[in-house]
């Protein structure tokens, strides 16, 4: 599991290619994922879920002995926590969540919580990096115009999308100061990481997913 120095006071943890070792992060933890649909909608996790999980993009909680989390093979893996609340919450940021608030929703739902955004830290797990991202035209049109600084030209009218550039711009736009990017591309790193495009790519099976996790200890 890779860790953000910036979450070092909170159980956390950003898989590999490695089965990840979850009592590691939190022992006796169950663990709470959502079934992701690429929105901006967030869920408050209290207990295990009973029956099928929520269809969201984020989960938070102020929970002690709960584990929640993300999975991703390119898209963002976002962890956050405001230690002092003990508010904590997981979003995966694709370019759709991104775009349409997945980030700014995750904090406004820490916020009712009890967490300040001032004092939330924020960390950008294994992601697809800009030279590894091309994009065409009609995928770039789709951003507002002041995100013209996360795409650089590429090969025929196409475009190199900066992904964690642009989720970091959203977290500081909403009002997160401390935001750490571990900076791994998951694509330029085969033998490490998980990539779905990388497999489209190459016409392999496209299951494989990083999981990154984050909870509360149980007060001493």
Known sequence: MLHAANLSSVPHGFSTRQEPDLDGVLPGAPLMLARQIHSPRVVVATQPWRGPPPEADALVTDRPGLLI????????????????????????????????????????AMRELGARRERIAAAIGPTIAQASYEVDAPMRERFPADAAGFFVPGASNRWQFDLPGFVAQRLREAGIGAVEDLAQDTY??????????????????????QTSVIGLRHRP
Do not use: K, M, Y
């Not at 390119?74 to 694709?94: I, Q, S, T």
């Not at 490490?192 to 392999?204: P, V």
């Open 188 to 209: 330029g790193q085969e033998s490490r990481f998980f990539s779905f495009r990388r497999a489209t790519h190459r016409g392999e099976p496209t299951g494989g997913r």
């Open 69 to 108: 989390g993300v999975v991703t093979a390119d898209c963002a893996p976002v962890l956050l926590a405001d230690a002092e609340a003990r508010v904590v919450g997981a979003a995966h940021a694709g370019w759709r969540g991104a775009v349409a608030g997945v980030i700014e929703n995750t904090v406004a």
